[in-house]
């Protein structure tokens, strides 16, 4: 008897439980925090991510979510009135579009990291990026994803061994033991194995990385409602994480800018980028690569560009840098009717547009000069440089029959990094004049 009337209390105080949370009208609230989170991971899936900032800005709605999934397990046998149903539908809802942020986030990583690094075999030998970040990472979603869509004592049993065995803090304190050294980096191992170091590599991993940390920081937040009564403590560190990691990639950024390792790649994309646009006058030619390398480059460099039409007579072309700009020029001839040439200055973009203007004077000088015809020009642009141009980089002459068309490619002033000429070889008697087109090029 006494058995009975204990089983009897137990049940009323479950009951005048879920009674009490319908009047106070928490429940309403709830279900306004479940709004707000299926609100967010709409704007997620505009991201196509878990991007960083936008869920540290909902880590406490989420948190109360969390809180709210831990009420209904701990009411899973009792009878749920309407209002506390629709919840849990909404509940449901934001599972399914959890799951499809999630297959553009942290699933989508794991294929592109198979897929950009199936051959460094140095970086999957020394690390497992995906087990030790990526696995444990999309497990603990699922377990999440379960409660949500069936909040009951087991699933919340399932998530709290998964968390226990890899929490969040630990999976980011593991990510940023990563990045600290280059053969362990994916970011800097990705910028390695792109040949110009191109912005879309960096950007495409900055937001990978910060994706990892924004899912991260949501679990965590999850799991502060469903398990710790809205401590905080954990989800404060990886914010804090978070954020210094966002300053070293921005200082990482910087480095890259100043790099001129890129160049190293420029005259396989000048033969793949003639190749490609074979059907366009050189001007067309000339236009486009300057859009397509000020979308790719991720430098300070400003850089110049002339596309010829033709094959080059022997002899007739020459580029060559000075002394202290070595390895600033890349040229590729005769590519489908096709050839160009490009120069970087390191500097353009560092000096007033007074210093680009004074290359102009010195143009016009050099194409009022004694000019002698040679049989091969090679040699000329050394020795232009070094009497004429003593800011100048690189100097590039061609046959005016090539016709080139320059562009200038990420320089902040409205002249340079390049200037252009024209000289005529003088007179002598049995031999023909020259006309060639000039290009010279700030340091």
Not at 83 to 94: D, R, S, T
Not at 249 to 261: F, M, P, Q, S, T
Not at 296 to 320: E, H, I, P, Q, R
Not at 360 to 377: A, I, L, N, T, W
Request: with cysteine.
């Amino acid at each position: 008897m006494t058995q009975l009337s204990e089983k009897k209390t137990n049940v009323t105080f479950i009951n005048m439980n879920v009674q009490m949370v319908i009047t106070s009208g928490q429940v309403y609230s709830w279900a306004d925090d479940v709004d707000k989170v299926l609100n967010f991971t709409d704007e997620l899936l505009k991201y196509g991510g878990y991007v960083f900032p936008e869920v540290a800005a909902v880590a406490e709605i989420v948190s109360k979510v969390g809180g709210f999934i831990r009420w209904v397990t701990g009411n899973w046998k009792e009878e749920k009135p309407d209002a506390i149903k629709k919840v849990i539908a909404k509940l449901a809802l934001l599972e399914k579009k959890i799951d499809e942020v999630c297959k553009r986030g942290v699933a989508e990583l794991e294929m592109k990291i198979k897929a950009e690094f199936d051959d460094l075999k140095e970086f999957l030998t020394e690390i497992n990026f995906l087990t030790n970040i990526t696995v444990p990472t999309s497990s603990l979603m699922r377990f999440m994803q379960d409660i949500m869509n069936e909040p009951s004592p087991s699933a919340l049993a399932n998530f709290q061994r998964a968390y226990a065995d890899r929490k969040p803090l630990m999976i980011t304190y593991d990510l940023l033991g990563f990045l600290e050294h280059e053969k362990t980096n994916p970011l800097r191992m990705a910028m390695s194995a792109d040949p110009l170091r191109t912005i879309t590599t960096f950007n495409r991993w900055t937001e990978n990385l910060t994706s990892i940390l924004g899912q991260l920081l949501f679990l965590e937040s999850m799991a502060s409602g469903l398990m710790k009564d809205y401590d905080t403590f954990d989800a404060d560190l990886i914010i804090q994480r978070a954020q210094e990691l966002t300053k070293q990639i921005d200082e990482w950024r910087e480095v890259y800018k100043k790099d001129g390792a890129y160049f190293g790649g420029m005259e396989s994309y000048l033969s793949g980028f003639l190749t490609n646009n074979s059907n366009f006058q050189r001007w067309e030619i000339a236009q486009k690569m300057k859009e397509d390398l000020e979308k790719k480059l991720l430098t300070n460099d400003a850089l110049s560009v002339w596309v010829f039409a033709g094959s080059v007579s022997k002899g007739m072309f020459a580029a060559d840098c000075s002394d202290n700009a070595k390895g600033q020029v890349a040229y590729v001839m005769d590519k489908n009717g096709f050839g160009a040439v490009i120069c970087r200055s390191s500097k353009a973009n560092l000096v007033e547009k007074e210093k680009l203007s004074e290359l102009e004077r010195q143009m016009f000088q050099f194409s009022c000069s004694p000019f002698f015809p040679q049989v091969d020009y090679k040699d000329i642009p050394k020795l232009v440089l070094r009497d004429y141009f003593p800011d100048g980089g690189s100097f590039c002459l061609i046959s005016s029959n090539n016709v080139p068309e320059m562009r200038s490619i990420n320089c902040k002033h409205d002249v340079g990094p390049g200037v252009l000429g024209q000289i005529t070889t003088i007179k002598i008697p049995y031999v023909n004049q020259r006309t060639f087109s000039l290009m010279a090029v700030y340091i």
